[in-house]
Each structure stands twice: as structure tokens, then as C-alpha cells.
């Protein structure tokens, strides 16, 4: 079986340690391959590879650094079908949707921040008389990029990218739960000729390198996406040592369906935002809050639409839902039906395990469900589940709905379903999420902040944002 390698100053090699972890097929329930239980000796390895590669790469010119970036974003062109078998594989997703938005995204990250290095202007501020000052930006050094497991390479890549393409050295951690893209990615670079130590990806469990990368005293800058209990965990460990820090953390989006909406956009776009990816993604709308004049008819085509959905092997081209991550994951998404119950849902479809027949008999499969009849308030209402179920409730009045959209403790994202354009305006303003949609959903200008309020995040990510994130600003005044 494979034993995936790290990727340390530009060699493919074993953990110190030698020993490795199981990497589970979820859609199979059987483990495919392995990956290394690598530990702090083996970041203490990579960063003394990214240390030394830093002097180069971040005096590199940034045409040249661009290039060999935008050789990888080629070469990930190239390998699409077998990097879209391979992160299908690995997490579960359907094999069309990993070679329609995964891959494609991940060169896509690479050669927007590839470009975007070469367009960099430094500001200026002139004291009319007096002096003028300018503002430099240097690469921050050594950077640490922890990604999850929901969106893999895609990820992976929105991290380090920016980190790369701003003269920055990384070290770089994938979730345990997907290696396998990261490191096909790692084989790439080799291909593309990226210097040795620029990029280093040590694989392993979060409690063991990811701490290691965290706790890292050379490492000023930590890029995180994940759930935000181990945000916080980050939070506490990089704070005293001054670190700077952006966290892409969970989220619990409203979906808000006025009465005077476009009824088949709004309902084909929230089947989408509800099960795409089996709901494990970030930006999914997972309470659904629908005027009460328009709640019977949504309602009823909702779960019509939701029960016509196939979910099966992720390897069919007409799968929709494949399998959730893992089996712990499948019972935690299992666990807040039965709690949903218990805190007087309804139901409406959905709600229990599918078995798959074949191959995929084992596999963690869950069906798209519907849970109507509950508060606000409830547990299944306020905290995040991150799979393919949905509450869909009621509300009368515009200061209502924003209200519940507003009750939970995140603020990552929210949608707005109205032809009227001054609601839509109106209360788009007074959503407290990061990212606002208004009559679509996941459509993605990577120019833009991403990035959530409240226990969604710490800072943004996109564009100049990252750009900013990764290097220091240092200003000079000079006497006129
Ligand atoms: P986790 O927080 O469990 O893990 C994220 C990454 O952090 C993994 O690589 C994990 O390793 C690592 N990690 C775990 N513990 C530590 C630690 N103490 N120090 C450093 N690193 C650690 O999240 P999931 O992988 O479960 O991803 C799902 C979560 O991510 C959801 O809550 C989702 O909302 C959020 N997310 C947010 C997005 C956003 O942009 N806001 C986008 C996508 C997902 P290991 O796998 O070994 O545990």
C-alpha cells in the first residue's frame, strides 16, 4: 500500500519517527494507504529548510518567482483528472465536483496570487511641504498554513499561494484526514522546480505538528482554517509570542427567502448551498429562513427536490452527495438529528445513514435531511453540524429574520433571496456575517476579504488582504 512522504527541503521523505497513520477511503470504510506520524523533529527539520530557502526566494525577482508558480498551476492543469480521482478518493466528495470546482480552484489560487505578486504597488503619502513618507512591505519570513479537510487541495493552495507569491518560506500542514492531494502537490513542485525548503508539507495529527508549527519560534505567522475550537486553541498558544494570526473558523450561514424571490433560482441555488460537498463546507446555508406567506410552498418543494438527490459511490458521474469524511464525523451528523428530535424537530426527510450497496457498503454515507419545527435558540440552531442537513423555519418581519439570522455566536456567511432592491441592501447591512450573498450563493471573486466575524475568524483572507497578511509594512518619512 502507499505510504505517503513529507515534502522537506525539497526532498519526498519518512517521518523521524518512521511510523505511520491508516488513511481511510470514506466512501470504502477501508483504509488505502498510509501517511507519516511525523512530529515536532520533522517541522523543526522544515523549518530550518524554510529558514535557509528564505534568503533566496524572498529576493528572487518576482517575475522568475512567478513563474515556477505558475509552472506548478500548470502542471495541476495537466494532472486534473488524476488529482480529481485522487481527492474524490480520499475525501469522499463526488469525482465530478472535485474536477469541476476543487482542482480547478487550486491552480486557480495559484496563478491569481502568482500575478498578483507582479501588480503589488507600495503606497506613498506626501506631508504637502514637509516630508514624504513610503510604505515598504516585506515577505514576513517563515510562514505556518494548517488547512482542513472539507476542501483539501483547494485549500491547501488559498493558503500557501499568497504565502509563496509574497517572497514568504512555508511550512504547511494538511488535515490527517487528506493527505493524498497535498502530496501529489508535493511531487509537482519537485516537477516544476521550485527551490529546495521554499515550500515544506509535514503530514501528521493537528495535537502533534500542527501545535509543532504553532508553538514554532521561528514561525511569525500562522494562516489557519478550521473548526474554531482548535482556532482557539491556536489563539492561546500564538498569542504570548506575538504571532500574526488569520483563522477561517465554522460557521452556521442563514439563508433568508423573501416572499418576493425569484422562486426557482432561490430554490435550485439553496439545494446547492444546503448539500453541495455533503454540506461540509464552510459557506453552506444551514438554516433556511423563509417568509411565512412563501414557508408551505418552499418547504414542500425543498424536500421533493432534497429526496430526489442521489447519494452514492463519489466514482459515479451522477452522484450528488458522496461520503461524509469519516465515521466519527458521520455519527457526530447523526448525533444532532437525534438531538434535533429531542428538541421537538420534525423530521421532514432525510435523517438517517444510507448504505451504499457494493463496494461502498461500508462507506459513511449519510441522507440529505430536512429538520423543520424548531426554535432559534436550539442547540441544532446554533451550533455548527457541518453536513448535509438543514433546519428551515419561518419568520414574518424583516427586523424578525435579521434578528435570528444574527442569534448565533458565527459570522461567516449569509444569503439574501429578494427583488426587492432596497430590502436586499437594507439587510445585507445589518447581517453581521463577512461575506454576503444577495440572490446567489459561493460565487467567488478571489480579489474580495473572505473571511468571517464574530467565532467565524480573525482577519481576511483574498486579494490584497493575504498579500498584506504575509508580509510587514514598514514606513519611511523623509524630510522634505
Ligand atoms: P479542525 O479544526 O479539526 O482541523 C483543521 C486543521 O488543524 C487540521 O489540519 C488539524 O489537524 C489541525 N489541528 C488540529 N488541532 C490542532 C492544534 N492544536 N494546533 C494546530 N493545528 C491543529 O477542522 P476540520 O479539519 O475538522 O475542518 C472542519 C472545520 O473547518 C469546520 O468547523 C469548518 O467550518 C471549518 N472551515 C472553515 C472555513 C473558513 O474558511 N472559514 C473553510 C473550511 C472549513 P488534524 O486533521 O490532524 O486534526
Same mark, same amino acid.
Given at each position: 500500500?502507499?505510504?505517503?512522504?513529507?515534502?522537506?527541503?525539497g526532498?519526498?521523505?519518512?517521518?523521524?519517527?518512521?511510523?505511520?497513520?491508516?488513511?481511510v477511503?470514506?466512501?470504502?470504510?477501508?483504509v488505502?494507504?498510509?501517511?507519516?506520524?511525523?512530529d515536532?523533529?520533522?517541522v523543526?527539520?522544515?523549518?530550518?529548510?524554510?529558514?535557509? =530557502?528564505?534568503? +533566496?526566494w524572498?529576493?528572487?525577482?518576482? %517575475?522568475k518567482?512567478a513563474?515556477? /508558480?505558475?509552472?506548478? *498551476?500548470? $502542471?495541476?492543469?495537466?494532472?486534473?483528472?488524476?488529482?480529481?480521482?485522487?481527492?474524490?478518493?480520499?475525501?469522499?466528495?463526488?469525482?465530478?465536483?472535485a474536477?469541476?470546482?476543487?482542482?480547478?480552484?487550486?491552480s486557480?489560487?495559484?496563478?491569481?496570487?502568482?500575478?498578483?505578486?507582479?501588480?503589488?504597488?507600495?503606497?506613498?503619502?506626501?506631508?504637502?511641504?514637509?516630508a514624504?513618507?513610503?510604505?515598504t512591505?516585506?515577505?514576513?519570513?517563515?510562514?505556518g498554513?494548517?488547512?482542513?479537510?472539507n476542501?483539501?487541495?483547494?485549500?491547501?493552495?488559498?493558503?500557501?499561494?499568497?504565502?509563496?507569491?509574497?517572497?514568504?518560506?512555508?511550512v =504547511?500542514?494538511? +488535515?490527517?484526514?487528506?493527505?493524498?492531494? %497535498?502530496?501529489?502537490?508535493?511531487? /509537482?513542485?519537485?516537477? *516544476?522546480? $521550485?527551490?529546495?525548503?521554499?515550500?515544506?508539507?509535514?503530514?501528521?495529527?493537528?495535537?502533534k505538528?500542527g501545535?509543532?508549527?504553532?508553538?514554532?519560534?521561528?514561525?511569525?505567522?500562522?494562516?489557519?482554517?478550521?473548526?474554531?475550537?482548535t482556532?482557539k486553541?491556536?489563539?492561546?498558544?500564538a498569542?504570548?509570542?506575538?504571532?500574526?494570526?488569520?483563522?477561517?473558523?465554522?460557521?452556521?450561514?442563514?439563508?433568508?427567502?423573501?416572499?418576493?424571490?425569484?422562486?426557482?433560482?432561490?430554490?435550485?441555488?439553496?439545494?446547492?448551498?444546503?448539500f453541495?460537498n455533503?454540506?461540509?463546507?464552510?459557506?453552506?446555508?444551514?438554516?433556511i429562513?423563509?417568509?411565512?406567506?412563501?414557508?408551505?410552498?418552499?418547504?414542500?418543494?425543498?424536500?421533493?427536490?432534497?429526496?430526489?438527490?442521489?447519494v452514492?459511490?463519489?466514482l459515479?458521474?451522477?452522484?450528488?452527495?458522496?461520503?461524509l469524511?469519516?465515521?466519527?464525523?458521520m455519527?457526530?451528523?447523526?448525533?444532532?438529528?437525534?438531538?434535533?428530535?429531542?428538541?421537538?424537530?420534525?423530521?421532514?426527510?432525510?435523517?438517517e445513514?444510507?448504505?451504499?450497496?457494493?463496494?461502498?457498503e461500508?462507506?459513511y454515507?449519510?441522507?440529505p435531511?430536512?429538520?423543520?419545527?424548531?426554535p432559534?435558540?436550539?442547540?441544532?440552531?446554533?451550533?455548527?453540524?457541518?453536513?448535509?442537513?438543514?433546519t428551515?423555519?419561518?419568520?414574518?418581519?424583516?427586523?424578525?429574520v435579521?434578528?435570528?439570522?444574527?442569534?448565533?455566536?458565527?459570522?461567516?456567511?449569509?444569503?439574501?433571496?429578494?427583488?426587492?432592491?432596497?430590502?436586499?441592501?437594507?439587510?445585507?447591512h445589518?447581517?453581521?456575517?463577512?461575506?454576503?450573498?444577495?440572490?446567489?450563493?459561493?460565487?467567488?471573486?478571489?480579489?474580495?476579504?473572505?473571511?468571517?466575524?464574530?467565532?467565524?475568524?480573525?482577519?481576511?483572507?483574498?486579494?490584497?488582504?493575504?498579500?498584506?497578511?504575509?508580509?510587514?509594512?514598514?514606513?519611511?518619512?523623509?524630510?522634505?
Amino acid at each position: 500500500m502507499l505510504k505517503i512522504s513529507n515534502y522537506i527541503n525539497g526532498q519526498l521523505v519518512a517521518p523521524v519517527s518512521g511510523s505511520y497513520l491508516e488513511n481511510v477511503n470514506p466512501a470504502e470504510g477501508k483504509v488505502y494507504s498510509y501517511l507519516p506520524d511525523s512530529d515536532a523533529r520533522d517541522v523543526e527539520a522544515a523549518v530550518v529548510a524554510a529558514q535557509t =530557502a528564505f534568503q +533566496s526566494w524572498s529576493q528572487m525577482p518576482l %517575475a522568475k518567482r512567478a513563474a515556477i /508558480l505558475l509552472k506548478i *498551476a500548470d $502542471l495541476i492543469d495537466r494532472d486534473l483528472d488524476q488529482l480529481a480521482l485522487a481527492e474524490s478518493v480520499d475525501q469522499g466528495k463526488p469525482v465530478k465536483l472535485a474536477k469541476s470546482v476543487d482542482i480547478p480552484r487550486a491552480s486557480a489560487n495559484i496563478r491569481f496570487f502568482a500575478t498578483a505578486s507582479m501588480h503589488v504597488a507600495a503606497e506613498s503619502h506626501l506631508m504637502e511641504g514637509e516630508a514624504i513618507n513610503y510604505t515598504t512591505r516585506t515577505p514576513i519570513g517563515v510562514a505556518g498554513c494548517i488547512s482542513p479537510w472539507n476542501l483539501p487541495l483547494y485549500l491547501f493552495t488559498w493558503k500557501i499561494a499568497p504565502a509563496l507569491a509574497s517572497g514568504c518560506t512555508v511550512v =504547511a500542514k494538511p +488535515s490527517e484526514l487528506t493527505p493524498m492531494t %497535498a502530496f501529489l502537490f508535493s511531487k /509537482l513542485c519537485v516537477e *516544476a522546480g $521550485l527551490p529546495a525548503g521554499v515550500l515544506n508539507i509535514i503530514h501528521g495529527l493537528g495535537k502533534k505538528v500542527g501545535q509543532a508549527i504553532v508553538e514554532h519560534p521561528l514561525i511569525p505567522a500562522i494562516s489557519f482554517t478550521g473548526g474554531t475550537v482548535t482556532g482557539k486553541t491556536i489563539a492561546a498558544t500564538a498569542a504570548p509570542m506575538f504571532k500574526k494570526l488569520s483563522l477561517e473558523l465554522g460557521g452556521k450561514n442563514p439563508n433568508i427567502i423573501f416572499a418576493d424571490c425569484d422562486f426557482e433560482e432561490a430554490i435550485a441555488t439553496s439545494i446547492n448551498s444546503s448539500f453541495s460537498n455533503q454540506g461540509e463546507i464552510c459557506l453552506c446555508g444551514s438554516r433556511i429562513l423563509v417568509e411565512h406567506s412563501l414557508y408551505d410552498r418552499f418547504v414542500n418543494e425543498f424536500i421533493k427536490r432534497t429526496q430526489a438527490l442521489p447519494v452514492g459511490d463519489p466514482l459515479s458521474e451522477t452522484t450528488r452527495l458522496g461520503a461524509l469524511i469519516s465515521e466519527g464525523h458521520m455519527q457526530k451528523v447523526l448525533s444532532y438529528i437525534e438531538l434535533a428530535k429531542q428538541e421537538g424537530g420534525t423530521i421532514a426527510c432525510g435523517g438517517e445513514r444510507v448504505k451504499v450497496a457494493g463496494r461502498c457498503e461500508s462507506g459513511y454515507f449519510a441522507a440529505p435531511t430536512v429538520i423543520t419545527g424548531l426554535p432559534q435558540t436550539c442547540r441544532t440552531n446554533q451550533e455548527e453540524i457541518f453536513g448535509p442537513v438543514v433546519t428551515i423555519m419561518p419568520f414574518d418581519a424583516e427586523e424578525e429574520v435579521i434578528a435570528f439570522a444574527n442569534s448565533t455566536a458565527y459570522g461567516l456567511s449569509a444569503t439574501i433571496w429578494t427583488n426587492d432592491l432596497k430590502r436586499a441592501h437594507r439587510v445585507a447591512h445589518q447581517l453581521k456575517s463577512g461575506i454576503i450573498w444577495i440572490n446567489c450563493w459561493l460565487l467567488r471573486d478571489l480579489r474580495t476579504p473572505f473571511g468571517g466575524m464574530k467565532q467565524s475568524g480573525v482577519g481576511r483572507e483574498g486579494g490584497w488582504e493575504a498579500m498584506r497578511f504575509f508580509t510587514e509594512a514598514k514606513n519611511v518619512c523623509v524630510k522634505l
